[in-house]
C-alpha cells in the first residue's frame, strides 16, 4: 500500500513540506468558516483537517503517478473532492427549498 501511495524514491523531505503547506494553508481558513457560521462548530478541526488530508494525499498519489499531469487537473479535482466533502454526499431534503 505503501508504494502505491507513496513510492521508495520519494524525497520525504518534499513529502513534509507538501503537508506542513498544506496545514498552513487549510487550517486558518476552517477556523475562518467556523467562525462565519459555514462549518459547523462543533467540529474538531484536526478530525475535518484530517479528512480532506486523506483526500489531499490521493490527489497527491495520483499526481506522482503521472495520472495528473497538470496543476490545474490536480486543483479542478482538489476542488470537487473538497466541496463532496464540505458538502456531504447526501441528497438535500424534498423539503429544504421551502
Avoid at 494553508?25 to 467562525?35: D, F, T, W
Avoid at 487537473?73 to 473532492?81: N, Q, S
Wanted: some cysteine; aromatic content about 10%; proline content about 6%.
Amino acid at each position: 500500500m505503501r508504494e502505491t501511495y507513496f513510492p521508495r524514491d520519494l524525497d520525504p523531505d518534499l513529502l513534509q513540506r507538501q503537508k506542513q503547506r498544506y496545514i498552513d494553508l487549510l487550517l486558518p481558513l476552517l477556523r475562518e468558516a467556523q467562525l462565519a457560521g459555514e462549518l459547523r462548530s462543533d467540529l474538531e478541526l484536526p478530525f475535518v483537517l484530517g479528512h480532506l488530508y486523506g483526500l489531499y494525499t490521493v490527489v497527491l498519489s495520483a499526481w506522482f503517478r503521472d495520472r495528473l499531469t497538470t496543476e490545474k487537473e490536480c486543483i479542478t479535482l482538489l476542488t470537487i473532492l473538497f466541496e463532496q466533502a464540505l458538502q456531504g454526499l447526501m441528497p438535500q431534503p424534498q423539503n429544504a427549498h421551502e
